[in-house]
């Protein structure tokens, strides 16, 4: 399986008036083309340093990070402007590269059609459920085609029936769209629902403590939470995550 990010013994260092914060310290690990990699860990032990970093947005201090093509970030609010229809929300990342061919438009509007924003796309955001937007945002973030789609806890704005639907949307939009995902969530559950590995973090500096792969196969978020093997792998991140 091709890697499209690894990390090899990062360690990250914040400079601050009062000395040296490590936030993370030989981090090591990877993921392949085609999966979707959960990280859980301690609150604040440095998961949204790691996604930093794998976007490019920090450079570690020591150790390498490397990254086969381009990636896309779904922060955790859907951050779409208020004043461009959902149509010209999505059109956003081809503006930022300069990728406005009327061939890239066309797959965008068709990206929208595709998973139900067809008939929003003349619409404003405050004219959308809270669900709807974070999908416009998703599709927005796969309107450039990216390889990588990087999700900093892109549910956790929402209530919590909205956040089990969107995340089973979510979670099919990537799998049909065949791309690979890296997402920072404190929630085990959604980890567990989602991901086909995880990688638990320490409290800072954050270490990867263990890795994890799940055995769900195919099966959708919402159905593996019905599953026996569910609340077996809850009670062992919950026990990893609380030594």
């Known amino acids: 399986m091709k890697n ?7 360690t990250y260092i914040y400079h601050t008036v009062r000395g040296e914060l490590i936030a993370a310290k ?11 990699v ?11 340093t790691i996604l930093s970093l794998a976007a490019g947005l920090l450079k570690p201090s020591d150790g390498t990070i490397e990254r086969s093509g381009t990636f896309g970030y779904m922060l955790q609010k859907d951050e779409l402007f208020p004043w461009r229809t959902i149509e010209k929300n999505i059109y956003l990342p081809l503006e930022v590269r300069r990728q406005r061919s009327p061939q890239q438009r066309e797959r965008a509007v068709a990206l929208a059609e595709k998973y139900g924003l067809g008939d ?13 937007r974070q999908r416009a945002a998703l599709i927005r973030t796969l309107a450039a085609d990216p390889d990588l789609l990087l999700l900093d806890e892109p549910f956790s704005a929402l209530d919590y029936q909205t956040r089990l639907n969107v995340c089973e949307d979510v979670a099919n939009i990537i799998r049909s769209e065949k791309k690979t995902a890296l997402l920072i969530t404190h929630d085990i559950s959604e980890a567990i629902s989602l991901a086909d590995r995880i990688l638990v973090l320490s409290a800072r500096p954050a270490r990867v403590l263990h890795t ?11 159905r593996r939470r019905e599953l026996p093997a569910f609340s077996g792998w809850f009670e062992r991140l919950w026990g990893e995550l609380n030594t």
């Open 212 to 222: 994890h792969t799940l055995d769900f196969g195919g099966v959708p978020p919402l």
């Open 38 to 48: 959960a990280v859980i860990g301690p609150s604040g032990c440095g998961k949204t």
């Open 4 to 10: 499209i990010l690894q990390f090899q013994s990062v």
């Open 120 to 132: 929003f796309l003349k619409s404003y955001p405050a004219q959308l459920s809270g669900g709807m």
């Open 26 to 36: 030989d981090v090591t690990f990877s993921v392949g083309e085609g999966e979707f």
